[in-house]
Every structure is written in C-alpha cells, then in structure tokens.
C-alpha cells in the first residue's frame, strides 16, 4: 500500500499507476483507477481517483 500525502517523495507520486493500492491514512483508501497531474508553474498537483470514487490530491 502506498501512502500519498504532502511528504510522500515525488518519485513515488510519479510512479503510482493504475491499479495500484494507495491511502490518505485518513479515511480514503483503495485502488486507483486514475491518476491526472496538473502543473501551473508554481505546483504540480496529482488527483489520483479511486475506484470508490473517492478523490486523493497531492499538491506539491
């Protein structure tokens, strides 16, 4: 399981794919079934949407 959260290492974040089991450590916790990056020049922000349908953002 993948813990993603604003310390995780952005190598990690990069590497997350679809499939893979990842938590908040909060109350998300499940498989991603996508993963959308955005970057606006200042942050780049990771969403990675679960199949629950529950929504984990990154910024960083």
Known sequence: MIRL???T???VLNEVKRGDLV???FSKTG???SVEIMDDGL???Y???LVTGRIIKVKK
């Open 5 to 7: 959260n604003e310390e």
């Open 9 to 11: 290492p952005l190598d």
């Open 23 to 25: 938590t908040d450590t």
């Open 31 to 33: 498989l991603v079934e």
């Open 43 to 45: 942050y780049r922000t």
């Open 47 to 49: 969403e990675f949407t």
